[in-house]
Protein backbone atom coordinates (compact mmCIF):
# COMPACT_ATOMS: atom_id res chain seq x y z
CA UNK A 1 0.00 0.00 0.00
CA UNK A 2 1.76 3.33 -1.31
CA UNK A 3 1.14 6.77 0.66
CA UNK A 4 1.68 8.35 -3.00
CA UNK A 5 -2.01 8.68 -5.31
CA UNK A 6 -1.44 6.59 -8.10
CA UNK A 7 -3.34 5.94 -11.30
CA UNK A 8 -4.51 2.85 -12.17
CA UNK A 9 -6.01 0.65 -15.97
CA UNK A 10 -8.08 -1.93 -14.53
CA UNK A 11 -10.49 -4.31 -16.28
CA UNK A 12 -13.96 -4.38 -14.98
CA UNK A 13 -16.11 -8.22 -14.88
CA UNK A 14 -19.40 -7.01 -13.87
CA UNK A 15 -22.81 -8.74 -13.50
CA UNK A 16 -25.51 -7.27 -15.59
CA UNK A 17 -29.03 -8.26 -15.67
CA UNK A 18 -32.14 -6.60 -16.46
CA UNK A 19 -34.43 -7.77 -13.76
CA UNK A 20 -35.30 -11.09 -11.54
CA UNK A 21 -36.37 -12.97 -14.71
CA UNK A 22 -33.56 -12.14 -16.86
CA UNK A 23 -30.65 -14.56 -16.97
CA UNK A 24 -27.98 -12.30 -16.69
CA UNK A 25 -24.39 -12.44 -17.57
CA UNK A 26 -20.61 -10.81 -17.10
CA UNK A 27 -19.62 -7.83 -19.00
CA UNK A 28 -16.44 -6.65 -19.44
CA UNK A 29 -15.30 -2.90 -18.83
CA UNK A 30 -11.72 -1.04 -19.38
CA UNK A 31 -11.32 1.50 -16.69
CA UNK A 32 -8.27 4.39 -16.97
CA UNK A 33 -7.05 6.94 -14.50
CA UNK A 34 -8.92 5.24 -11.65
CA UNK A 35 -6.74 7.25 -8.34
CA UNK A 36 -5.84 4.86 -5.69
CA UNK A 37 -7.34 7.30 -3.04
CA UNK A 38 -10.74 6.74 -4.83
CA UNK A 39 -13.21 4.09 -3.19
CA UNK A 40 -14.31 0.93 -4.68
CA UNK A 41 -17.71 2.57 -4.95
CA UNK A 42 -16.36 6.01 -6.44
CA UNK A 43 -14.82 4.02 -9.03
CA UNK A 44 -17.90 2.32 -10.04
CA UNK A 45 -19.63 5.73 -9.85
CA UNK A 46 -16.50 6.55 -12.69
CA UNK A 47 -17.63 4.08 -15.02
CA UNK A 48 -21.38 5.03 -14.47
CA UNK A 49 -20.78 8.27 -15.26
CA UNK A 50 -19.18 6.95 -18.48
CA UNK A 51 -22.09 4.61 -19.42
CA UNK A 52 -24.30 7.90 -19.03
CA UNK A 53 -22.32 9.72 -20.90
CA UNK A 54 -22.40 7.35 -24.10
CA UNK A 55 -26.50 6.41 -23.64
CA UNK A 56 -26.11 3.23 -22.20
CA UNK A 57 -27.51 1.67 -18.62
CA UNK A 58 -25.44 2.55 -15.79
CA UNK A 59 -24.66 -0.44 -13.54
CA UNK A 60 -27.44 -0.46 -10.43
CA UNK A 61 -25.80 -1.04 -7.17
CA UNK A 62 -26.91 -0.53 -3.23
CA UNK A 63 -25.62 2.19 -1.62
CA UNK A 64 -26.61 4.97 0.92
CA UNK A 65 -24.15 5.67 3.88
CA UNK A 66 -20.63 5.40 1.80
CA UNK A 67 -19.15 5.10 5.40
CA UNK A 68 -19.51 1.47 7.02
CA UNK A 69 -22.76 1.34 8.61
CA UNK A 70 -25.96 1.30 6.53
CA UNK A 71 -25.17 -2.31 5.27
CA UNK A 72 -26.04 -0.90 1.51
CA UNK A 73 -23.27 -1.57 -0.53
CA UNK A 74 -23.74 -5.65 -0.97
CA UNK A 75 -21.21 -7.45 -3.94
CA UNK A 76 -18.67 -9.56 -4.32
CA UNK A 77 -15.55 -8.41 -5.31
CA UNK A 78 -13.51 -11.14 -6.77
CA UNK A 79 -15.14 -13.52 -5.23
CA UNK A 80 -15.20 -12.12 -1.34
CA UNK A 81 -18.12 -10.39 0.24
CA UNK A 82 -17.26 -6.75 0.86
CA UNK A 83 -13.87 -7.63 -1.08
CA UNK A 84 -10.54 -8.74 0.05
CA UNK A 85 -10.25 -6.88 3.15
CA UNK A 86 -10.77 -8.05 6.65
CA UNK A 87 -13.86 -6.04 8.69
CA UNK A 88 -14.43 -3.29 5.30
CA UNK A 89 -17.30 -2.64 4.18
CA UNK A 90 -16.93 -1.90 -0.09
CA UNK A 91 -17.49 1.58 0.30
CA UNK A 92 -14.44 1.46 2.71
CA UNK A 93 -12.57 -0.09 0.43
CA UNK A 94 -10.48 1.65 -1.44
CA UNK A 95 -8.60 1.11 -4.82
CA UNK A 96 -5.00 1.03 -3.15
CA UNK A 97 -5.58 -1.62 -2.05
CA UNK A 98 -5.53 -3.46 -5.63
CA UNK A 99 -2.77 -2.87 -8.38
CA UNK A 100 -2.55 -1.68 -12.13
CA UNK A 101 -3.86 -3.82 -14.74
CA UNK A 102 -5.71 -6.13 -12.59
CA UNK A 103 -8.86 -7.64 -13.25
CA UNK A 104 -11.88 -7.21 -11.08
CA UNK A 105 -14.66 -9.91 -10.62
CA UNK A 106 -18.13 -7.52 -9.15
CA UNK A 107 -21.04 -9.72 -8.60
CA UNK A 108 -23.94 -9.53 -6.65
CA UNK A 109 -24.99 -11.88 -3.65
CA UNK A 110 -25.64 -15.12 -4.74
CA UNK A 111 -28.60 -16.69 -2.44
CA UNK A 112 -32.40 -18.04 -3.29
CA UNK A 113 -33.27 -15.61 -0.16
CA UNK A 114 -31.87 -12.41 -2.21
CA UNK A 115 -33.37 -12.49 -5.72
CA UNK A 116 -31.22 -10.42 -7.86
CA UNK A 117 -33.43 -7.18 -8.76
CA UNK A 118 -30.77 -5.43 -11.19
CA UNK A 119 -27.19 -6.11 -11.95
CA UNK A 120 -25.46 -5.79 -8.36
CA UNK A 121 -28.60 -4.86 -6.28
CA UNK A 122 -30.17 -7.76 -4.66
CA UNK A 123 -33.60 -7.78 -2.22
CA UNK A 124 -32.70 -8.14 0.51
CA UNK A 125 -36.18 -7.98 2.36
CA UNK A 126 -35.77 -11.75 3.61
CA UNK A 127 -33.88 -10.21 7.07
CA UNK A 128 -36.12 -7.72 7.21
CA UNK A 129 -39.18 -10.20 7.66
CA UNK A 130 -36.66 -12.11 10.16
CA UNK A 131 -36.50 -9.07 12.32
CA UNK A 132 -40.64 -8.85 11.81
CA UNK A 133 -40.85 -12.33 13.32
CA UNK A 134 -39.43 -11.53 16.61
CA UNK A 135 -36.26 -9.47 16.54
CA UNK A 136 -37.69 -6.19 19.05
CA UNK A 137 -38.75 -6.46 22.21
CA UNK A 138 -42.91 -5.64 23.25
CA UNK A 139 -42.67 -5.15 27.17
CA UNK A 140 -43.01 -1.70 28.88
CA UNK A 141 -39.55 -1.20 29.56
CA UNK A 142 -40.41 2.37 31.13
CA UNK A 143 -38.28 5.16 31.48
CA UNK A 144 -34.66 6.00 32.24
CA UNK A 145 -35.33 5.73 35.90
CA UNK A 146 -37.00 2.56 35.58
CA UNK A 147 -34.21 0.91 33.25
CA UNK A 148 -31.61 2.13 35.71
CA UNK A 149 -34.03 -0.59 37.96
CA UNK A 150 -33.02 -3.24 36.03
CA UNK A 151 -29.14 -3.62 36.13
CA UNK A 152 -27.18 -5.41 33.09
CA UNK A 153 -24.06 -6.55 34.09
CA UNK A 154 -20.98 -4.96 32.16
CA UNK A 155 -20.35 -8.51 30.33
CA UNK A 156 -24.09 -8.79 29.23
CA UNK A 157 -23.68 -4.92 27.84
CA UNK A 158 -20.68 -5.63 26.23
CA UNK A 159 -22.04 -8.80 24.56
CA UNK A 160 -25.21 -7.12 23.76
CA UNK A 161 -22.94 -4.12 21.73
CA UNK A 162 -20.78 -6.40 19.76
CA UNK A 163 -24.05 -8.38 18.21
CA UNK A 164 -25.80 -4.87 17.63
CA UNK A 165 -23.22 -3.88 15.52
CA UNK A 166 -24.67 -6.19 12.90
CA UNK A 167 -25.85 -3.81 10.09
CA UNK A 168 -27.77 -6.62 8.47
CA UNK A 169 -25.59 -6.27 5.34
CA UNK A 170 -25.83 -9.92 4.16
CA UNK A 171 -22.32 -10.90 3.82
CA UNK A 172 -22.55 -13.83 6.24
CA UNK A 173 -25.05 -15.29 4.08
CA UNK A 174 -23.00 -14.35 0.34
CA UNK A 175 -19.81 -15.79 2.11
CA UNK A 176 -21.32 -18.71 3.64
CA UNK A 177 -20.84 -22.08 1.72
CA UNK A 178 -24.79 -23.06 2.48
CA UNK A 179 -25.94 -19.53 2.31
CA UNK A 180 -27.43 -19.63 5.97
CA UNK A 181 -28.19 -16.75 7.18
CA UNK A 182 -27.58 -17.88 10.79
CA UNK A 183 -24.79 -15.38 11.56
CA UNK A 184 -27.70 -12.41 11.27
CA UNK A 185 -30.16 -13.69 13.06
CA UNK A 186 -27.99 -15.17 16.11
CA UNK A 187 -26.43 -11.87 17.00
CA UNK A 188 -30.28 -10.45 16.65
CA UNK A 189 -31.61 -13.29 19.04
CA UNK A 190 -27.94 -12.88 20.97
CA UNK A 191 -28.20 -9.34 21.23
CA UNK A 192 -31.96 -9.58 22.59
CA UNK A 193 -31.42 -11.79 25.24
CA UNK A 194 -28.32 -10.60 26.88
CA UNK A 195 -31.07 -8.02 29.03
CA UNK A 196 -33.53 -9.18 31.51
CA UNK A 197 -36.02 -7.20 29.39
CA UNK A 198 -35.06 -9.53 26.36
CA UNK A 199 -36.04 -12.55 28.35
CA UNK A 200 -39.68 -12.22 28.48
CA UNK A 201 -40.27 -13.32 25.03
CA UNK A 202 -36.30 -15.14 24.89
CA UNK A 203 -37.96 -18.60 23.92
CA UNK A 204 -40.92 -17.50 21.38
CA UNK A 205 -38.17 -14.96 19.74
CA UNK A 206 -35.63 -17.88 18.77
CA UNK A 207 -38.19 -19.96 17.91
CA UNK A 208 -39.75 -17.65 15.52
CA UNK A 209 -37.12 -16.17 13.96
CA UNK A 210 -35.29 -19.62 13.12
CA UNK A 211 -38.67 -20.83 11.58
CA UNK A 212 -39.24 -17.73 9.70
CA UNK A 213 -35.31 -18.11 8.68
CA UNK A 214 -35.63 -21.60 7.70
CA UNK A 215 -39.28 -20.74 6.10
CA UNK A 216 -37.07 -17.94 3.52
CA UNK A 217 -34.39 -20.84 2.15
CA UNK A 218 -31.33 -19.68 3.85
CA UNK A 219 -29.05 -23.07 4.18
CA UNK A 220 -27.85 -24.59 7.31
CA UNK A 221 -24.69 -23.56 9.04
CA UNK A 222 -22.23 -26.13 9.32
CA UNK A 223 -19.63 -24.09 11.49
CA UNK A 224 -16.89 -23.20 8.45
CA UNK A 225 -17.01 -19.63 10.33
CA UNK A 226 -16.23 -17.63 6.49
CA UNK A 227 -19.41 -15.61 7.57
CA UNK A 228 -17.50 -14.44 10.61
CA UNK A 229 -14.32 -14.18 8.36
CA UNK A 230 -16.37 -12.03 5.88
CA UNK A 231 -18.58 -10.02 8.68
CA UNK A 232 -17.74 -6.02 8.52
CA UNK A 233 -18.34 -5.23 11.98
CA UNK A 234 -16.22 -8.97 13.26
CA UNK A 235 -19.61 -10.22 14.66
CA UNK A 236 -18.56 -13.30 16.31
CA UNK A 237 -19.31 -17.06 15.95
CA UNK A 238 -20.77 -16.88 19.51
CA UNK A 239 -23.77 -15.91 19.07
CA UNK A 240 -24.35 -18.93 16.77
CA UNK A 241 -23.59 -20.97 20.15
CA UNK A 242 -25.45 -18.36 22.19
CA UNK A 243 -28.72 -18.79 19.55
CA UNK A 244 -28.44 -22.48 19.74
CA UNK A 245 -28.79 -22.27 22.86
CA UNK A 246 -32.03 -20.00 23.21
CA UNK A 247 -33.29 -22.18 20.56
CA UNK A 248 -32.64 -25.40 22.42
CA UNK A 249 -34.46 -23.74 25.46
CA UNK A 250 -37.04 -22.56 23.82
CA UNK A 251 -37.71 -26.43 22.32
CA UNK A 252 -37.28 -27.50 26.46
CA UNK A 253 -39.94 -25.07 26.99
CA UNK A 254 -42.59 -26.46 24.50
CA UNK A 255 -42.53 -22.95 22.37
CA UNK B 1 -38.21 -33.25 26.32
CA UNK B 2 -38.15 -30.91 23.20
CA UNK B 3 -41.44 -30.00 21.56
CA UNK B 4 -42.99 -32.04 18.85
CA UNK B 5 -41.50 -30.03 16.03
CA UNK B 6 -37.84 -29.81 17.16
CA UNK B 7 -37.28 -32.54 13.95
CA UNK B 8 -38.94 -29.44 11.59
CA UNK B 9 -36.37 -26.60 12.48
CA UNK B 10 -32.97 -26.19 10.78
CA UNK B 11 -31.02 -25.83 14.37
CA UNK B 12 -33.37 -28.86 15.54
CA UNK B 13 -32.31 -31.07 12.50
CA UNK B 14 -28.35 -29.79 13.48
CA UNK B 15 -28.47 -30.57 16.91
CA UNK B 16 -29.62 -34.30 16.19
CA UNK B 17 -26.31 -34.63 13.35
CA UNK B 18 -24.28 -32.84 16.47
CA UNK B 19 -25.49 -35.26 19.35
CA UNK B 20 -25.36 -38.35 17.27
CA UNK B 21 -22.42 -37.24 15.43
CA UNK B 22 -20.81 -37.25 18.81
CA UNK B 23 -21.88 -40.83 20.02
CA UNK B 24 -20.30 -41.98 16.84
CA UNK B 25 -17.24 -40.38 17.67
CA UNK B 26 -17.56 -42.12 21.04
CA UNK B 27 -17.53 -45.32 19.09
CA UNK B 28 -14.82 -45.22 16.97
CA UNK B 29 -12.71 -44.17 20.08
CA UNK B 30 -13.98 -47.74 21.85
CA UNK B 31 -13.74 -49.70 18.40
CA UNK B 32 -10.16 -48.43 18.10
CA UNK B 33 -9.41 -49.39 21.67
CA UNK B 34 -10.72 -52.51 20.93
CA UNK B 35 -8.68 -53.34 17.49
CA UNK B 36 -5.49 -52.40 19.59
CA UNK B 37 -5.62 -55.72 21.06
CA UNK B 38 -4.65 -57.28 17.75
CA UNK B 39 -1.55 -55.57 18.97
CA UNK B 40 -1.30 -57.96 22.28
CA UNK B 41 -2.21 -61.13 20.17
CA UNK B 42 -4.78 -63.28 18.31
CA UNK B 43 -5.95 -65.05 21.52
CA UNK B 44 -6.57 -61.30 23.50
CA UNK B 45 -8.20 -59.52 20.13
CA UNK B 46 -10.34 -62.91 19.72
CA UNK B 47 -11.65 -63.70 23.31
CA UNK B 48 -12.41 -59.67 23.33
CA UNK B 49 -14.65 -60.28 20.22
CA UNK B 50 -16.17 -63.39 21.94
CA UNK B 51 -16.87 -61.15 25.27
CA UNK B 52 -18.82 -58.63 22.83
CA UNK B 53 -21.01 -61.07 21.12
CA UNK B 54 -21.69 -63.18 23.71
CA UNK B 55 -23.19 -60.25 26.19
CA UNK B 56 -27.02 -60.10 25.16
CA UNK B 57 -26.84 -56.32 25.52
CA UNK B 58 -24.45 -56.50 22.05
CA UNK B 59 -28.41 -56.46 20.32
CA UNK B 60 -29.32 -52.80 22.77
CA UNK B 61 -26.04 -51.48 21.91
CA UNK B 62 -26.12 -52.51 18.22
CA UNK B 63 -29.56 -51.21 18.24
CA UNK B 64 -28.64 -47.98 19.41
CA UNK B 65 -25.60 -47.49 16.61
CA UNK B 66 -27.83 -48.64 14.02
CA UNK B 67 -30.32 -45.53 15.31
CA UNK B 68 -27.35 -43.46 15.59
CA UNK B 69 -26.28 -43.80 12.03
CA UNK B 70 -29.86 -43.66 10.42
CA UNK B 71 -30.60 -40.69 12.32
CA UNK B 72 -27.09 -38.72 11.54
CA UNK B 73 -27.19 -39.53 7.68
CA UNK B 74 -30.89 -38.90 7.23
CA UNK B 75 -30.56 -35.56 9.05
CA UNK B 76 -27.21 -34.48 7.24
CA UNK B 77 -27.92 -34.99 3.84
CA UNK B 78 -31.70 -33.46 4.51
CA UNK B 79 -29.32 -30.24 5.32
CA UNK B 80 -27.14 -30.82 2.70
CA UNK B 81 -29.68 -30.75 0.04
CA UNK B 82 -31.00 -27.36 1.55
CA UNK B 83 -27.98 -25.82 1.29
CA UNK B 84 -27.39 -26.93 -1.63
CA UNK B 85 -30.85 -25.15 -2.67
CA UNK B 86 -30.05 -22.07 -0.76
CA UNK B 87 -27.29 -21.09 -2.91
CA UNK B 88 -29.01 -20.99 -6.19
CA UNK B 89 -26.78 -19.78 -8.54
CA UNK B 90 -22.95 -20.17 -8.14
CA UNK B 91 -20.69 -17.62 -8.00
CA UNK B 92 -18.63 -17.41 -11.22
CA UNK B 93 -15.75 -16.90 -8.42
CA UNK B 94 -15.90 -17.83 -4.77
CA UNK B 95 -12.03 -16.66 -2.65
CA UNK B 96 -12.09 -18.40 1.00
CA UNK B 97 -11.27 -15.95 2.96
CA UNK B 98 -8.45 -18.27 4.65
CA UNK B 99 -10.19 -18.13 7.91
CA UNK B 100 -12.90 -20.10 7.78
CA UNK B 101 -13.21 -23.16 5.97
CA UNK B 102 -11.02 -25.87 6.20
CA UNK B 103 -10.32 -28.91 3.88
CA UNK B 104 -11.90 -30.46 6.85
CA UNK B 105 -15.05 -28.47 7.07
CA UNK B 106 -15.48 -28.25 3.43
CA UNK B 107 -15.59 -32.11 2.41
CA UNK B 108 -17.96 -33.25 4.93
CA UNK B 109 -20.54 -34.29 2.73
CA UNK B 110 -17.86 -36.25 0.75
CA UNK B 111 -16.01 -37.66 3.60
CA UNK B 112 -19.40 -38.57 5.04
CA UNK B 113 -20.43 -40.53 1.91
CA UNK B 114 -16.81 -42.22 2.01
CA UNK B 115 -17.43 -43.58 5.42
CA UNK B 116 -21.19 -44.58 4.61
CA UNK B 117 -19.66 -46.91 1.77
CA UNK B 118 -16.68 -48.03 4.04
CA UNK B 119 -19.08 -49.05 7.17
CA UNK B 120 -21.43 -51.40 4.16
CA UNK B 121 -18.23 -53.05 2.79
CA UNK B 122 -16.38 -53.46 6.76
CA UNK B 123 -19.49 -55.22 7.83
CA UNK B 124 -19.86 -57.47 4.51
CA UNK B 125 -15.90 -57.94 4.90
CA UNK B 126 -15.95 -58.97 8.67
CA UNK B 127 -18.83 -58.99 10.45
CA UNK B 128 -20.53 -61.50 7.80
CA UNK B 129 -17.22 -62.20 6.74
CA UNK B 130 -16.00 -65.94 6.46
CA UNK B 131 -16.44 -67.53 9.47
CA UNK B 132 -13.09 -69.45 10.70
CA UNK B 133 -13.16 -71.01 14.30
CA UNK B 134 -10.47 -71.40 17.19
CA UNK B 135 -9.54 -72.50 20.89
CA UNK B 136 -9.31 -70.07 23.67
CA UNK B 137 -8.51 -71.48 27.12
CA UNK B 138 -10.87 -74.13 25.80
CA UNK B 139 -14.01 -71.74 24.84
CA UNK B 140 -14.14 -72.70 20.91
CA UNK B 141 -14.95 -69.12 19.55
CA UNK B 142 -14.84 -66.85 15.88
CA UNK B 143 -11.62 -66.72 14.76
CA UNK B 144 -11.48 -62.83 13.83
CA UNK B 145 -7.94 -62.27 13.98
CA UNK B 146 -7.60 -64.92 10.90
CA UNK B 147 -10.02 -62.97 9.08
CA UNK B 148 -8.75 -59.84 9.91
CA UNK B 149 -4.99 -60.26 8.74
CA UNK B 150 -5.87 -62.39 5.68
CA UNK B 151 -8.21 -59.35 4.92
CA UNK B 152 -5.47 -57.47 4.78
CA UNK B 153 -2.59 -59.14 2.70
CA UNK B 154 -4.08 -57.69 -0.30
CA UNK B 155 -2.03 -54.21 -0.83
CA UNK B 156 -5.55 -52.97 -2.67
CA UNK B 157 -7.43 -53.17 0.69
CA UNK B 158 -4.62 -51.88 3.09
CA UNK B 159 -5.03 -48.85 0.61
CA UNK B 160 -8.85 -48.40 0.19
CA UNK B 161 -8.85 -48.69 4.16
CA UNK B 162 -6.33 -46.32 4.54
CA UNK B 163 -8.13 -43.57 2.42
CA UNK B 164 -11.25 -44.59 4.15
CA UNK B 165 -9.40 -43.61 7.45
CA UNK B 166 -7.96 -40.56 6.70
CA UNK B 167 -12.14 -39.31 5.31
CA UNK B 168 -12.76 -40.30 8.66
CA UNK B 169 -10.04 -38.14 10.36
CA UNK B 170 -11.08 -35.44 8.49
CA UNK B 171 -14.63 -36.21 9.52
CA UNK B 172 -13.87 -36.18 12.94
CA UNK B 173 -11.69 -33.61 13.12
CA UNK B 174 -14.10 -30.97 12.18
CA UNK B 175 -17.05 -32.90 13.64
CA UNK B 176 -16.11 -33.42 16.77
CA UNK B 177 -15.51 -29.58 18.14
CA UNK B 178 -18.76 -28.40 15.37
CA UNK B 179 -21.17 -30.25 17.50
CA UNK B 180 -20.27 -28.66 20.00
CA UNK B 181 -20.83 -25.18 18.42
CA UNK B 182 -24.12 -26.80 17.53
CA UNK B 183 -24.97 -27.48 21.47
CA UNK B 184 -24.21 -23.77 22.18
CA UNK B 185 -20.95 -24.51 23.94
CA UNK B 186 -18.47 -21.75 22.80
CA UNK B 187 -15.96 -19.85 25.13
CA UNK B 188 -13.35 -16.94 24.09
CA UNK B 189 -10.97 -19.07 26.23
CA UNK B 190 -11.62 -22.97 25.84
CA UNK B 191 -13.04 -23.11 22.14
CA UNK B 192 -9.35 -22.80 21.00
CA UNK B 193 -8.28 -25.67 22.76
CA UNK B 194 -11.55 -27.63 22.09
CA UNK B 195 -10.93 -26.88 18.27
CA UNK B 196 -7.26 -28.36 18.65
CA UNK B 197 -8.30 -31.41 20.42
CA UNK B 198 -10.73 -32.27 18.15
CA UNK B 199 -8.12 -32.25 15.02
CA UNK B 200 -5.94 -34.32 17.07
CA UNK B 201 -8.33 -36.69 17.72
CA UNK B 202 -9.16 -36.61 13.57
CA UNK B 203 -4.81 -37.42 13.48
CA UNK B 204 -5.11 -40.10 15.77
CA UNK B 205 -7.42 -42.10 14.61
CA UNK B 206 -6.62 -41.69 11.29
CA UNK B 207 -3.30 -42.93 12.11
CA UNK B 208 -4.85 -45.66 14.39
CA UNK B 209 -6.73 -47.36 12.57
CA UNK B 210 -4.54 -47.03 9.56
CA UNK B 211 -1.50 -48.14 11.38
CA UNK B 212 -3.25 -51.34 12.55
CA UNK B 213 -3.74 -51.89 8.60
CA UNK B 214 -0.78 -52.10 8.19
CA UNK B 215 0.67 -54.03 10.58
CA UNK B 216 -1.37 -56.63 9.73
CA UNK B 217 -0.33 -56.41 6.08
CA UNK B 218 3.23 -56.86 7.44
CA UNK B 219 2.03 -60.12 9.24
CA UNK B 220 1.18 -61.85 6.38
Known amino acids: ?9 LNLKIWRQEDRNDKGRF ?35 DHDCREGICGSCAMMVNGQAHGPNALTTTCQLHMRSFTDGDTIVIEPWRSRAFPVLKDLKTDRSAFDKIIAAGGYISVNTGNAQDANNLPVSKENADLAMDAASCIGCGACVAACPNASAMLFTSAKISQLAQFPQGQVEAAERASNMVREMDELGFGNCTNHAECEAACPKGIDLRNIAHMNREFLKAKVKGK | MPSHNYFTYSIGKKQITAVTGLG ?32 PLIYLAEA ?57 LHLINFKYGAHYETTVDGVVMRDLFRLVVEYFANPLYVAWYVFSMIALGLHTGHGLQSSLQTWGLNHPKYTPKVKMVSVAYGVLVALGYSGLAIYCYFLN
Not at chain 1, 1 to 9: I, R
Open chain 2, 64 to 120: ILLGMFVLHIAMAATLTAQNIAARGRRYYIKNRSGRGETIASMTMPYTGTILLVFII
Open chain 1, 27 to 61: VDYKMEGVSTDSSFLEMIDMLNDELVKEGKDPVSF
Open chain 2, 24 to 55: LVGFTATHLAGNLLILVGADAFNAYGHALVSN
Open chain 1, 1 to 9: MSAKEEMLT
